[in-house]
């Protein structure tokens, strides 16, 4: 099944052209802000993940629990609370999912890991020198559903998997920091 016919693609604001006194108090969704978001900071978070209402569709601020999409880079998270309230430019688009059989984790574990949708991303990319999707494109994806318990089961394990390798990168980058320090002392 298409990824159009369970999931409305919402791209973001164009900011250069935007109503600047609108947005000009807030912070813009960026890419870093992207990948903290896929390292699972929020995965203890309690927020619903389903009813988006049409005055969401119509924003260009992210909500925590929206999953939002990178033309730039193919990747794909789920907001977490500390990046709530931000606006989403032209690089991204929130993925609204309008259908209860999907489940926002494995649609994202699909959209990032799945090797049938990155050889139909890896075929349908445009541009020469930054290759990137397309809304369009992006809407046109051919997407297996599993059932819904399976659906839960790989996108828990997924976002598992991602905050553990934050967490081990973290910790051996502290460890470094560590060890640097003390023979930075030992040097002296």
Avoid at 65 to 83: L, P, Q, R
Avoid at 142 to 169: C, D, N, V
């Amino acid at each position: 099944m298409k990824l159009e016919d369970i999931v409305t693609v919402k791209v973001g604001s164009n900011i250069s052209r935007g109503n600047k006194k609108n947005n000009l108090s807030l912070d813009t969704y960026t890419y870093e802000d992207l990948m903290n978001d896929l390292d699972g900071l929020f995965l203890d978070s309690k927020t619903s993940f389903y009813g988006a209402n049409s005055s969401d569709k119509d924003s260009h601020l992210s909500k925590a629990g929206e999953v939002v999409f990178s033309f730039v880079s193919s990747k794909a998270a789920i907001v977490s609370n500390e990046n709530e309230e931000k606006i989403i430019n032209q690089n991204f688009a929130k993925l609204i999912i309008e259908h209860k059989q999907l489940d926002h984790s494995y649609l994202c574990y699909a959209l990032n890991e799945s090797h049938s949708m990155k050889k139909q991303m890896a075929i349908s990319m445009q541009g020469s020198t930054v290759r990137k999707l397309t809304p369009a494109i992006l809407k046109s994806l051919e997407m297996k559903l599993p059932s819904m318990e399976k659906q839960k089961t790989i996108g828990k394990a997924y976002l598992s998997l991602k905050k553990h390798q934050a967490l081990a990168k973290k910790q051996a980058d502290l460890e470094e920091q560590f060890y640097l320090e003390l023979l930075k002392q030992l040097d002296q």
